[in-house]
Nanobody, 125 residues
Framework: QVQLVEAGGGLVQAGGSLRLSCAAS????????MGWFRQAPGKEREFVAA????????YYADFVKGRFTISRVNAKNTVYLQMNSLKPDDTAVYYC??????????????????WGQGTQVTVSS
């Protein structure tokens, strides 16, 4: 069983930055793909960023490229999402997900079988 706990959300003005973290329990972190997704009110959960098991292969949604950076420290069982140049449209609950690194499609929601409780990010204009 894997437990994921996100932290770092909050209220920030447009143009500001936040750093989210996701701490994982269990022994499979270093073999798992890790992804960040977000869900705004009335919308479906959408892909934001993902990292392969090693943190070498990184993937981003087009709308965050150049602004967000995903990273992971396997020795700490933690994955991060550095968010810069935040926009009001980035307002959402951000979730981290964990799944076996075997599918190759890191943006697919169904490839992640463990989820955290989410952390709220609110960007004011």
């Amino acid at each position: 069983q894997v437990q994921l706990v996100e932290a770092g959300g909050g209220l920030v003005q447009a143009g500001g930055s936040l750093r989210l973290s996701c701490a994982a329990s269990g022994r499979t972190f270093s073999r798992s793909a890790m992804g960040w997704f977000r869900q705004a009110p009335g919308k479906e959960r959408e892909f934001v960023a993902a990292a392969d098991w090693s943190g070498t292969l990184l993937y981003y949604a087009d709308f965050v490229k150049g602004r967000f950076t995903i990273s992971r420290v396997n020795a700490k069982n933690t994955v991060y999402l550095q968010m810069n140049s935040l926009k009001p449209d980035d307002t959402a609950v951000y979730y981290c997900g964990s799944g076996p690194d075997i599918y190759g499609d890191y943006a697919r929601l169904g490839n992640y079988n463990y989820w955290g409780q989410g952390t709220q990010v609110t960007v004011s204009s």
